[in-house]
């Protein structure tokens, strides 16, 4: 029987259907300021990622259980007294700088008045592995000052110990804090307490709240990044996106390949925004913060470097021209020559073979792969990539299908417009800006894959990859953004902690230890492959001690 003129065969559609002109928001007028309208989901679903509404006696256990495990290490941090352990890796130079700036002159340069201070909290005699740099005025500090410069008013507060303690302390609550944001722009229930104890908890994050380095205080930063730009993005706050244009800013200006994660999602959003007022507005506060930022490196490199890694840089391995011994030997750091175009581009043609093993390392590594130290990233971003590779297939199999079939999915696509996938058929993407956070972060592994395949994650001093740690909070991005559904989530997370603990007990155990006791190994650990080709491979035969004889 012959359909009405003007009267729609509703009953045809499929329960899931999703007319075509609302896979995409409507255009905005220039300058309207609105948020970025989010495609809806197919009408009778519920959002993939939202269990449900309320606080069912599973989601109250486990935020229950994330306050118990975040109340207990912080404890734990403001009791440590990080004298306890070696000075190793970069902590000279964190807590040197920040004796500097806190004291005399107020300022980053080094002299022997700062070394006087450097003798009063009894840790090491001389502070050794200290970056410094040479200027007009004598010597200067020569690593990024973030870090020391948050340091100064808990130090002049507490105390040398517990000034450290307290700022450390801060740091690891406002990880917890800002995953717990990022994941609630878009997830509810019991995803989010557990996706964040598994990021915080289940890796090497916690470990580097005990000793004197930089790297919580980069995740943070970039955690406190990310989280602005995308709810500026998605409430069209204008506030909240200039502060994360800032925040952006603040981290290239700390380390410029840090400008590789955050530069797709960045650019993301600055494409989504509102008007071109708005844009400039995001634009002028990056080029604000990054010009007062820089002024620092500008001024102790004589003008050489806007940022930590040029100028004429040294490494104190035995002693500092400013301290009574002085030191016989200056050795120079080329730091600066590592990202220049000619290392670039000899790299692209040298470094292929070694990068595609440090690849493998990357993932599944003894003691630098995610699998070992960053479980729930490496889950995450695998179930992130399989929904991306399902979408473009489903793209994919629309276009080619042809002849009978052509009806059949030209139905299926009138009614969810370019959506369409062959899992199910719920026609869930990941949204852009995860896709964005995604991109970033391949990038940001290939960069390091390919121009640094023998030091991918942060030297012999490091703890797991650090490297990684410092951008992790974008995959908290993709897990709110990638629709992956809620049960996949908490499913991930208790598989991460589930590995973290079997892989890293002993770690995990004594996390105040992690840093110094890195030759500690389970069985199950002693089975992934042993990162040969790295830099720094002492660390794990010897732990703090250094082997003057190792086999290859």
């Known amino acids: 029987m012959p359909e009405r003129a003007g009267s729609p065969n509703l009953a045809r559609s499929p329960p899931n259907a999703l007319d075509l002109s609302m896979t995409h928001p409507l255009p905005h007028p220039e300058g309207a300021g609105t948020a970025v309208v989010d495609d809806p989901e197919p009408p009778g679903m519920p959002p993939p990622t939202d269990p449900g509404q309320g606080l069912d006696r599973w989601t109250a256990a486990c935020w229950v259980l994330l306050g118990l495990v975040t109340t207990w290490m912080l404890w734990q941090v403001i009791k440590f007294d990080f004298r306890t352990e070696p000075l190793v890796g970069d902590q000279a130079s964190s807590y040197m700088q920040m004796l500097s700036l806190a004291h ?12 006087a201070h450097w003798e009063v909290i009894e840790w090491m005699r001389q502070p050794y592995g200290l970056y410094f740099q040479a200027f007009e005025g004598g010597w200067a500090f020569a690593k990024p000052y973030g870090y020391s410069l948050l340091l100064v008013v808990p130090y002049r507060v507490f105390g040398f110990i517990v000034g450290v ?19 609630r722009l878009r997830l509810r229930g019991p995803a989010v307490p557990l996706l964040t104890g598994a990021f915080v908890f289940a890796s090497n994050a916690y470990f580097h709240a005990f000793p004197v380095v930089v790297d919580l205080f980069l995740a943070v930063l970039m955690g406190a990044c990310a989280f602005l730009l995308v709810f500026g993005l998605k409430r069209g706050h204008l506030l909240a996106q200039v502060a994360g244009f800032g925040a952006f800013a603040f981290l290239f200006a700390e380390k410029t390949t840090l400008l590789v994660a955050v530069g797709p999602l960045a650019a993301f959003c600055l494409w989504q925004a509102r008007g071109w007022w708005r844009r400039l507005a995001m634009v002028g506060g990056f080029v604000v913060v990054l010009g007062v930022a820089v002024l620092p490196y500008l001024h102790y490199s004589d003008g050489a470097s806007w940022n930590a890694y040029g100028g004429e840089r040294y490494y104190g391995r035995t002693g500092v021209p400013f301290g009574p011994d002085g030191v016989g030997e200056l050795n120079r750091v080329d730091t600066d020559e590592t990202l220049s175009i000619g290392y670039i581009v000899d790299s692209l043609q040298t470094n292929i073979d070694d990068a595609v093993e440090s690849a493998a390392y990357y993932a599944v590594g003894q003691h630098t792969g995610l699998l070992v130290c960053f479980p729930i990233a490496l889950f995450v971003m695998v179930l992130a990539l399989a929904r991306s590779i399902r979408r473009w297939m489903g793209h994919a199999t629309a276009q080619m299908t042809t002849g009978a079939d052509a009806g059949r999915v030209g139905d299926d696509v009138a009614h969810h417009g370019a959506r369409i996938v062959p899992d199910g058929g719920d026609g869930r993407s990941i949204r852009p800006e995860a896709a964005a956070a995604l991109l970033g972060l391949g990038l940001y592994i ?18 797991g990859n650090r490297y990684f740690l410092q951008v992790s909070p974008l995959v908290l991005v993709v897990a709110a953004g990638a629709r992956i559904p809620s049960r996949q989530l908490v499913g991930a997370s208790l598989a991460a902690i589930s590995v973290s603990l079997v892989l890293w007990w002993p770690h995990h155990e004594t996390p105040q230890q992690a840093l110094i006791d890195q030759e500690r190994t389970t069985p199950v650990q002693e089975i992934l492959p042993w990162e040969g080709n790295q830099s720094g491979v002492n660390y794990w035969i010897c732990g703090f001690a250094i082997c003057d004889d190792i086999d290859d």
């Open 165 to 183: 303690a307290f700022t450390n302390a801060v740091l690891l609550l406002s990880l917890v804090g800002v995953s717990i944001a990022i994941l």
């Open 104 to 115: 005399d002159g107020h300022d980053l340069s080094f002299n022997s008045l700062d070394y």
């Open 446 to 463: 290939a960069l390091y894959l390919v121009l640094f395949p023998h030091n991918f994650y942060g030297g012999g001093q490091a703890i």
